[in-house]
């Protein structure tokens, strides 16, 4: 009932004609395959711009964060991706919300990832990222910036709540954080070099690299994949047969998935006429070596969930299992220090996966959030 009430106070678009529908299932006829192609930022997004940041000294540039915009009015949704992702996997997400409700929506690349630059790409450290934040708020909208309420995913999701500890975004209206806690991510440490060599490292393509995402349960909404993953790789500086780049194993374990699919010789040859066509292209490889940032994991998470609990707005957790929770979270819903909704069925890119759901539960937290600020 209360969150019935909370969505009827809502000011509603209406949709969108045309297009995809955003966060639905793609269903395929018998013998068809999926549709792994790019898509572009533009059909989610209304505006993509760099915005330059100054020094404290107010004479150089700091860096160029690139910001994914839609929407002039209203309280700003600001979003942060995950480690290793870009401001792209928000972008089935925010065409969803947006559609519904009057806001703005700020999704940016954070340092290091996706087209942002920076001087230092090196220092990821919470506390660095977390001013950037905050220099980013403070370069769109000036010293009386709108209502905001932080939306992070992961390594996101802990800047996020860093930053509101800090105070960097001083209008903050709410923190909403995806998918990451400190015990759970504190555990996972240890194996994630492990994970990182697992993953391939080249592709041949930005489509073999969608298809990979998503047959490794990477990002299970194809959707969000053929936009997400451009923001995730990059063209290789070396060719394929240069020293130092290999095939990708994500290629092989496609091709041989492909071979099995097919039928009939002329396709098989015709594989094998885009297999040779390929060594005379560029390869794609991750935008940013997640491996060479391990000094930085630990201080992303550490104390987190005491800092989360800390913060003085309005909070809601969205987890994709309840086994995620740690004793301190688990004390402080308890308490009722945050509000909290886990998410069945889906992987560790929640937004993506399950674009509606998060939708709808950021809608009525988002609703609140303005309550409690009117």
């Given amino acids: 009932m209360e969150k019935q009430l909370h969505l009827n106070l809502l000011a509603s678009r209406p949709p969108v004609p045309g297009g995809l529908q955003s966060g639905s299932k793609m269903r395929m006829g018998p013998g068809?395959?999926?549709?792994f192609s790019p898509l572009s930022w533009s059909q989610y997004f209304e505006t993509m711009e760099d915005v330059e940041v100054e020094n404290d000294n107010g004479k150089d540039i700091s860096f160029t964060a690139e910001i994914y915009s839609s929407g002039q009015h209203g309280p700003v949704l600001l979003l942060l991706h995950g480690g290793g992702h870009s401001a792209l996997s928000w972008a089935v997400f925010t065409e969803v919300i947006y559609n519904r409700i009057?806001?703005?929506?700020?999704?940016?690349?954070?340092?290091?990832?996706?087209?942002?630059?920076?001087?230092?790409?090196?220092?990821?450290?919470a506390e660095t990222m977390a001013k950037d934040i905050g220099k980013v708020v403070e370069a769109l909208y000036g010293e009386n910036p709108p209502p905001i309420m932080m939306i992070g995913h992961s390594m996101g999701g802990a800047i996020a709540v860093h930053t509101a500890a800090a105070n960097h975004v001083p209008s903050l209206l709410g923190l909403c954080v995806i998918d990451v806690v400190e015990g759970t991510a504190m555990d996972a440490l240890n194996s994630m070099q492990n994970f990182l060599r697992s993953r391939p490292k080249t592709f041949k393509s930005v489509e073999n690299a969608i298809e990979w995402s998503v047959k490794s349960g990477q990002i299970r909404n194809v959707e969000s994949a053929r936009?997400?993953?451009?923001?995730?790789?990059?063209?290789?500086?070396?060719?394929?047969?240069?020293?130092?780049?290999?095939k990708s194993i994500g290629e092989v374990i496609i091709e041989e998935e492909e071979e099995e699919e097919e039928e009939g010789e002329s396709n098989h040859k015709r594989k094998k006429e885009d297999d040779q066509e390929v060594k005379k292209e560029s390869l794609y490889t991750w935008q940013i070596d997640l491996s060479k940032t391990e000094k930085y994991w630990e201080g992303w998470f550490s104390g987190l969930s005491a800092l989360f609990l800390s913060c003085p707005v309005p909070k809601?957790?969205?987890?994709?299992?309840?086994?995620?929770?740690?004793k301190d979270l688990t004390i402080g819903q308890m308490q009722g220090k945050f509000q909290m909704q886990v998410l069945p069925q889906c992987g560790h890119a929640v937004h993506e996966d399950a674009p509606e759901k998060v939708t709808f539960h950021c809608m009525v937290y988002y609703t609140g959030c303005n309550i409690r600020h009117t």
């Fill in 316 to 326: 809601l957790l969205l987890l994709a299992g309840v086994d995620r929770l740690d």
């Fill in 227 to 246: 936009v997400s993953m451009g923001g995730q790789v990059k063209k290789c500086e070396e060719p394929l047969n240069s020293p130092g780049v290999s």
């Fill in 102 to 125: 009057n806001c703005r929506v700020v999704a940016m690349d954070l340092r290091a990832h996706g087209d942002t630059k920076v001087k230092n790409s090196d220092d990821l450290s």
């Fill in 32 to 35: 068809r395959k999926r549709d």
